[in-house]
């Protein structure tokens, strides 16, 4: 093969890749399979470790650089960034859109837009590539934050025109996200995030751009700055055009002839928006037509064409009743208010945090205050003020624990921490929450043991660490309250068949901070085992593409401890899998996988394969397995009794393989 020839490739592939990311993170309908892509990228990266002359910026390798950067220089925006006039209720919509029926010609149409609760940012793409991303700033001088916002996927590095061009929008940290990062923060003793927004933030100023992908940021785009080059007539062509260019919109949107119909979208978002998984706080309301737009003008802050209708802030008002106090995994201790059950953002709620010792002071919450609640990023009940108008003469102010709640260990606090922590590794709570971690699903997924009965287990002192969870009897199972034969022979073979799984299950549910299912995952595909994943260095964990230094110094501080080793060689004794059951990256040499890329439709009875297990095999190699037969299927398998796919494959002339073919090929 000549060197051209491998450089034109890895260029197709590199687009390929790029493709599989705009169908995944932009349309939101992939076109691979994760394996897929895994693959296909692991090829890049060999090719470009061979040849680093060859690595383009639009590699996706090159999302995430190494550099820490030294600050963020400033940037001038050449058309200054806006921000919008508020408008509160109906009437003050009314009077916007009466405003601009006055001031321009004709019929005025609306475009009305989701308000995302993130951070303006502007992306310059010069011939269609990024070159420049910016925070709003000021509106005349932002922050250059380029680094940061490469490392959000759904940024294309590369447009489908060669075209330069500076679109704007939000970037935003989607709500399961940081519903996840609050209770992290939560579970570690730092300080909440108070909204998405400040999340959003805060992750795009992160000197380490390892440290923002972990963040997981998203981002939808709604304006752009008129020039030469790009020239859309109206909002609805300027979606229209950024979407061809590959830039993710948000699809929820409506062109509006009338207030009736403007305030009727109003209605619809105002119901939607508790379901939406990225957080709003409105409406706003555009002028489509850019000639119109420009006739309106700006007022010296915001545009005279828009306008942010603001839903009212959602708050209940409810008692508190109870202030319970959780011992989490790793020891820390959190307060959660109980208060008389109220109707807030979509749900019930009677729980809320008061997160720690600071947050409790602050409020000055005491029991049976009236209060104020909301959701943070719209998931998260959450007090946030106390009426003390209404506060009873008998109310009591709140006991902050000086001993565990469970083990009356007393409690510690770190200098500097917010966090009371049981410092005791063999407190109960501590345990129960370890061990409903470790049975969790995406851990090692056992069924039937529910928290109730892990607080038995840990009571009874049947079960300390999760390695004890193997050594269950019948017997002891039976000691438990409510718990008949049926159901604990249950639990043992579910004990019992969690043991053969692939040992990224196993890393994720030891728990150790910092480290997620995907981190577990990575590294269990990169090394293979538990053996060589204890004894990675610092550079070689960091050396993982999507595993930042957070990550990888909390694994070598876990498996520093003689106790976590010591932990791995009782599973190991105990016959728990202790090595990686997917393609490991170094065996997965899907270079000369003949199904590498090929779509492959599966038909008819197959005497050696289960359907769904040979669609994993395929995968495993590198094919994406469909479901119907068209143009585009390269291979039809087809066992007995294949039917109307197989005939149409026939008359389509596409390649048809037996079982025995299968077989060989498998085999090669
Ligand atoms: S248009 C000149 N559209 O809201 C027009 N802004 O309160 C400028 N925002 O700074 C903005 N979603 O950060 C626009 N669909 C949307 C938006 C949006 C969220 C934010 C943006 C802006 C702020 C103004």
Redo the contacts with the bound molecule.
């Keep these: 093969m000549t060197k051209e020839y491998i450089q034109s490739e890895l260029q197709q592939m590199i687009q390929q890749l790029n493709d599989y990311a705009y169908h995944y993170y932009v349309l939101d309908s992939p076109i691979a399979t994760d394996a897929q892509y895994d693959a296909l990228y692991r090829q890049v990266e060999r090719i470009e470790q061979q040849h680093p002359e060859w690595i383009t910026p639009e590699s996706p390798t090159q999302r995430v650089g190494d550099q820490l950067l030294a600050g963020f220089q400033k940037v001038s925006h050449a058309q200054a960034m ?3 006039g508020n408008a509160f209720n109906e009437a003050d919509i009314e009077s916007f859109i009466d405003r601009v029926n006055k001031s321009v010609a004709g019929p005025v149409q609306f475009m009305c ?4 609760d ?3 940012v502007a992306l310059t793409y010069e011939n269609g590539r990024f070159i420049r991303g910016a925070t ?1 700033g000021d509106g005349t001088i932002g922050e250059d934050i380029t680094h940061n916002l490469r490392t959000i996927p759904s940024i294309p590095l590369s447009l489908r025109q060669a075209i330069s061009v500076e679109v704007r929008g ?1 970037a935003y940290m989607p709500k399961d996200v940081f519903a996840q990062l609050n209770a992290q923060r939560d579970e570690q003793g730092e300080v909440p995030l108070a909204n998405p927004r400040n999340a959003a933030a805060g992750a795009l100023r992160q000197i380490n751009p390892k440290a923002a992908k972990e963040r997981k940021l998203n981002i939808f785009l ?2 752009a700055v008129v020039s030469d080059s790009f020239t859309p007539k109206s909002q609805a062509d300027l979606f229209y055009q950024m979407q061809a260019l590959g830039l993710r919109t948000n699809p929820f949107r409506r062109l509006c002839d009338t207030k009736a119909e403007v305030i009727e979208f109003i209605h619809e978002v105002g119901n939607a928006r508790h379901e939406l998984p990225y957080d709003i706080d409105g409406v ?1 309301i555009k002028v489509n037509n850019f000639q119109q737009q420009n006739a309106l003008g700006f007022t010296l802050k915001a ?1 005279r064409w ?1 306008i ?1 209708y603001k839903f009212p802030a959602e708050v209940a008002t409810t008692v508190v009743k109870q202030v319970e106090w959780t011992v989490g995994r790793t020891g820390v201790v959190t307060p959660t208010a109980v208060m008389d059950p109220v109707f807030l953002a979509g749900t019930t709620v009677q729980r809320a945090t008061l997160h720690n010792i600071d947050f409790i002071e602050k409020l000055d919450v005491r029991l049976g205050d009236t209060v104020h609640l909301h959701k943070a990023g719209d998931i998260i009940p959450e007090v946030i003020e106390v009426l003390t108008a209404k506060r009873p003469a008998e109310s009591i102010p709140l006991s902050i624990p000086t001993h565990c709640p469970q083990c009356q260990t007393e409690l510690e606090q770190a200098d500097g921490e917010v966090a009371l922590r049981c410092v005791n590794p063999l407190c109960p709570a501590q345990q129960v929450a370890q061990l409903s971690h470790f049975v969790s699903r995406d851990a090692m997924n056992i069924v039937g043991l529910g928290k109730r009965i892990i607080e038995q287990l840990v009571q009874k002192d049947l079960v300390q660490t999760p390695a004890d969870l193997y050594e269950l009897t019948l017997d002891e199972l039976l000691t438990l309250d409510k718990v008949k034969e049926k159901s604990a022979q249950k639990m043992l073979s579910a004990i019992e068949a969690s043991k053969t799984q692939s040992v990224e299950r196993l890393l994720f549910g030891l728990g150790i901070r910092h480290v997620g299912a995907k981190a577990a995952r990575l590294m269990a595909e990169t090394f293979g085992s538990m053996e060589r994943i204890m004894n990675a260095t610092q550079e070689e964990l960091s050396a993982i593409e999507g595993l930042g230094t957070i990550i990888s110094q909390s694994v070598i501080r876990y498996f520093s401890q003689l106790t976590s080793r010591a932990l791995i060689e009782r599973f190991s004794q105990l016959g728990v899998q202790l090595s990686y059951q997917g393609v490991t990256i170094e065996a997965a040499d899907l270079a000369d996988s003949p199904w590498l890329n090929k779509t492959v439709v599966i038909t008819g009875t197959l005497e050696q394969f289960g359907r769904s297990e040979l669609k994993a095999i395929l995968e495993q190699r590198g094919a994406k397995v469909t479901s119907s037969v068209s143009k585009k299927t390269d291979i039809v398998i087809a066992g007995e009794a294949a039917g109307s796919k197989l005939t149409k494959a026939e008359e389509l002339g596409i390649d048809i393989m037996d079982e025995v073919t299968l077989m060989q090929t498998l085999e090669q």
């Design positions: 806006y921000s919008l837009e989701c308000k995302i993130g951070l303006a709003r939000e709604y304006g706003v545009p828009a942010a």
